[in-house]
């Protein structure tokens, strides 16, 4: 899901995700880095997630509202 432009720049263990998701990837300008909590995501960046297909679903409409 790319962060929306509203998106407040911060890091992952800033997000409101569901407890069945985890970060994997987080994409800036095309180029793929591992994210984990301290992972600075800022507005346009591509963050992979995996989990469950409720709680991506439910992550997806978080970070839409951010």
Known sequence: MTLPETFPAGKVSGLDLPRDTRPVA???DGV???ADP???LCPGDC???AGTPDALE???KALKDA
Request: net charge negative; proline share 0%.
């Open 26 to 28: 987080r994409i800036r």
């Open 58 to 60: 439910t992550a997806a």
């Open 38 to 40: 301290e992972t600075e």
């Open 32 to 34: 793929e880095a591992l």
């Open 47 to 49: 963050l992979l997630l």
